[in-house]
C-alpha cells in the first residue's frame, strides 16, 4: 500500500488533478445563496411511471431493486437477472433524487431536492411530497444542490429520517412522521449530511457530515444533537480538503461506527462515548459507500484514485469482522453498495457525486467476486432491495 503524503501534500496533489476530476471537496463549486424554498410542488398531483405501458415481469427467481435516478428525478424498478434490459419502469418523484429506503410495507421513501417523496412500489406511483421546513434556497441539481440527502427509516418504520443539505452552511436531520406524512422535527447537524443510519434499537440517529469531518449522534428520545469528530487524517484544508467522512456503516455486533477513508484507515467510533479508534485497510483508494452483512462483514465502495500517480483504481473492498480484506476490481467509478438479505449478492451503484459515473449497476457475486454490469436508470445513486410482497 503506498503512503498517504501528509495533509499539505495532499491537498496540493488534489489541485493539481482538479483540472481530472470535480471533487467531492465542497467549495469547489460556488454554493447558491439560502432562500425559501419552493413547496409548491407538494401540493401537485403524483406524476405518471416515465415508462409507458405496462412493465415487463419481473424473473421470479431474482429479487426487485428500486434505484434513484439522480440525473433523471426518478426512481427506476430493477430486475437485475435480466442484463441489457434491467429497467421496469420508472416513477417521477422529484428534483435530483438521492438517499432511498423501502419498508416493509412496501412504500419506498426518497430525498429529493424538494422534499421526502413516498412512493406505493405495488401501484408504481408517488402518492406524497413532503416540503422540507429546513431554507434550502433554489431547488436545483448537481452535487451541491440543496435539499435532502441521506436517509433512513427507523426499526419500527414510523419515522423517516433526513438529513437535509443547505449550501454553504450547517445542515439538518428531518423527521418525518410516516403515518401522518409530515415533518414533526428538526435538528441541527453539519454541513452536507451525506449519509444517515440509525441504531438497531431505533434510540439514535447517526449522521455523517461530510464538510465539517464529523457524525452527529441525535438520540431520539431528546433530539440533543452532539458532534463527534471523525478526522483520521486531520481536518487541515477544510472545504477543499478530499479526506472527509462519506458514508457510514454500524457494526452489528456492538453498534460501533465504520468510516472508511481512502483505503487506508477505518475509523471506528463508539457513539456513547466518542472515542474514535483506527484501523488500517488495503485498497489504496478514495472510498464512498458502506454496507454491514448480518455477520459484520463490512463492504467498501472504492471510487478511484484521487491521484492517479500513486493510488489504486475503483473496488469493492470485503473485509472480515477479523480485519482481513479482499478486493473486487470494479469498472469505474461507483457510489453506494446495497447487499442482498442473505449478503450473497452486492448492488453497486453506477451513479456517482463527482464526474465520471454512469448509468447502471455492477452485480457482484460476493463469494467469487464476479461482476456482471446491468444498465439502468441515470446516474443511480442509492439502490433498495423490495420485500418479497412488493415484487412484481
Known amino acids: 500500500m503506498t503512503d498517504r503524503p501528509s495533509p499539505p501534500a495532499a491537498v496540493a496533489a488534489v489541485l493539481a ?3 481530472l476530476l470535480a471533487g467531492c471537496a465542497a467549495g469547489t463549486t460556488p454554493a447558491p445563496p439560502a432562500a425559501p424554498a419552493t413547496p409548491d410542488t407538494a401540493a401537485a398531483s403524483a406524476p405518471p411511471p416515465v415508462t409507458a405501458g405496462p412493465a415487463p415481469a419481473p424473473d421470479p427467481s431474482s429479487p426487485t431493486l428500486l434505484v434513484t ?10 430486475d437485475p437477472a435480466r442484463p441489457g434490459g434491467a429497467a421496469l419502469g420508472s416513477v417521477r418523484v422529484g428534483t435530483a433524487p438521492y438517499g432511498l429506503a423501502v419498508a416493509a410495507d412496501g412504500t419506498a421513501w426518497v430525498a429529493t431536492a424538494e422534499g421526502v417523496a413516498a412512493v406505493d412500489t405495488v401501484t408504481r406511483t408517488r402518492t406524497a411530497l413532503i416540503p422540507y421546513r429546513t431554507r434550502t434556497g433554489p431547488v436545483t441539481t448537481g452535487e451541491y444542490r440543496g435539499g435532502g440527502m441521506g436517509l433512513a427509516l427507523s426499526p419500527d418504520g414510523r419515522r423517516v429520517y433526513v438529513g437535509v443539505n443547505v449550501p454553504g452552511g450547517n445542515g439538518a436531520l428531518e423527521v418525518v412522521d410516516t403515518a401522518t406524512r409530515t415533518v414533526t422535527e428538526v435538528v441541527p447537524v ?3 449530511p451525506f449519509d444517515v443510519d440509525v441504531s438497531a434499537d431505533g434510540g439514535e440517529v447517526y449522521v455523517t457530515d461530510h464538510d465539517s469531518f464529523d457524525v452527529t449522534v441525535v438520540p431520539t428520545a431528546t433530539w440533543r444533537p452532539r458532534r463527534i469528530e471523525v ?12 479526506l472527509k467522512p462519506h458514508y457510514t456503516a454500524v457494526r452489528p455486533s456492538d453498534g460501533a461506527l465504520l468510516l472508511p477513508f481512502e483505503g487506508e484507515r477505518l475509523a471506528v467510533v463508539d457513539p456513547a462515548t466518542g472515542r474514535v479508534t483506527v484501523e488500517p485497510m488495503t485498497a489504496d483508494t478514495h472510498q464512498h459507500g458502506a454496507a ?3 455477520d459484520g462483514t463490512l463492504f467498501v465502495v472504492g471510487t478511484g484514485p484521487i491521484d492517479p500517480a500513486t493510488d489504486a483504481g475503483p473496488s469493492l473492498t470485503v473485509r472480515s469482522p477479523d480485519g482481513t480484506e479482499r478486493l473486487v476490481p ?19 451503484s453506477g451513479g456517482f457525486t463527482r464526474e465520471g459515473g454512469w448509468d447502471g449497476l455492477t452485480v457482484v ?8 454490469r446491468v444498465p439502468v436508470g441515470r446516474l443511480p445513486l442509492a439502490v433498495a ?5 412488493a415484487d412484481g
Do not use: C, I, Q
Open 17 to 19: 488533478a482538479a483540472a
Open 69 to 78: 435516478d439522480f440525473g433523471a428525478d426518478t426512481v427506476t424498478f430493477v
Open 190 to 192: 453539519g454541513r452536507r
Open 231 to 242: 478526522a483520521p487524517y486531520g481536518t487541515e484544508g477544510g472545504l477543499g480538503s478530499w
Open 292 to 294: 454491514t452483512a448480518p
Open 330 to 348: 470494479l469498472d469505474g467509478p461507483h457510489e453506494t453498495v446495497t447487499l442482498s438479505p442473505d449478503a450473497r449478492t452486492a448492488y453497486v
Open 365 to 372: 457475486d460476493t463469494a467469487t467476486g464476479r461482476t456482471t
Open 385 to 389: 432491495v423490495l420485500p418479497a410482497r
